[in-house]
């Protein structure tokens, strides 16, 4: 079975800063991994995704994760936040080559000016 | 490129009162999914349809909610009575293929109140 785990239900940072949004999952096979932001009253949008390859990954909106095996983790950052990343962040986990998305309960930002 | 499209946004019913949901997916995507999202939650898989057919239902709460997916186009998520415990935001998404790699797209969702 797989699971996601953010931590940190809100996390508040000021504008310009780093932003550091933690995910953890568990999985018995090798994972393909996610983030997805949904922003208020939208459906949620791809920011990135790591299936194989570099375990460096780089999405939209000037955001990256680092898929580390050894901690399962796939923390997603950005080094100078903008009041247009306030949204909710998700962490998702599913299966290398499988057909289920399981999404982890979500990580609000807030960017304060 | 238009997106995922759903209807209606918003719905307020009283409890054992039918209500439908409607999405029309992304153009040439055949897999369509159904996510019902709790408020502070993640979303959770109801239904995945390959073309016209459900080929993961399990999740599906066959007592009263039912799908369709007719000509592997547009699909109807339907609940019949509802119940308090149905409020929810209906979430539909589309992908290019079955496999997750290829990332899903959301429609807006239908924001459901059972009052």
């Known amino acids: 079975a797989q699971s996601v785990t953010q931590l940190g239900s809100h996390v508040s940072v000021s504008e310009g800063a780093l932003v550091l949004l933690r995910c953890n999952y568990s999985s018995s096979v090798p994972p393909y991994l996610f983030w997805y932001v949904q922003y208020p009253n939208q459906g949620l949008q791809l920011l990135l995704k790591y299936t194989t390859g570099a375990t460096l990954v780089k999405g939209i909106n000037g955001f990256e994760a680092e898929f580390k095996k050894s901690e399962t983790s796939f923390h997603l950052t950005k080094p100078s936040a903008h009041m247009s990343d306030a949204a909710e962040y998700f962490c998702?986990?599913?299966?290398?080559?499988?057909?289920?998305?399981?999404f982890g309960a979500g990580t609000r930002l807030f960017v304060k000016a | 490129e238009a997106g995922v499209v759903q209807s209606p946004r918003y719905k307020i019913i009283e409890k054992k009162q039918p209500v439908a949901f409607w999405c029309n997916p992304i153009?040439?995507?055949?897999?369509l999914y159904w996510y019902r999202q709790n408020l502070g939650q993640g979303p959770e898989l109801l239904i995945r349809?390959?073309?016209?057919?459900?080929?993961?239902d399990s999740q599906l709460p066959k007592d009263r909610f039912s799908a369709e997916r007719l000509k592997g186009v547009d699909s109807t998520l339907k609940i019949q009575p509802a119940e308090l415990g149905d409020s929810a935001v209906y979430l539909c998404?589309?992908?290019?293929?079955?496999?997750?790699?290829?990332?899903?797209?959301f429609g807006s969702g239908t924001r459901l109140t059972v009052v």
């Open positions: 998404a589309s992908s290019q293929g079955a496999r997750t790699d290829y990332g899903y797209t």
């Open positions: 349809y390959e073309n016209e057919e459900a080929v993961d």
């Open positions: 153009s040439g995507h055949n897999t």
């Open positions: 998702a986990v599913s299966e290398t080559g499988g057909f289920k998305t399981i």
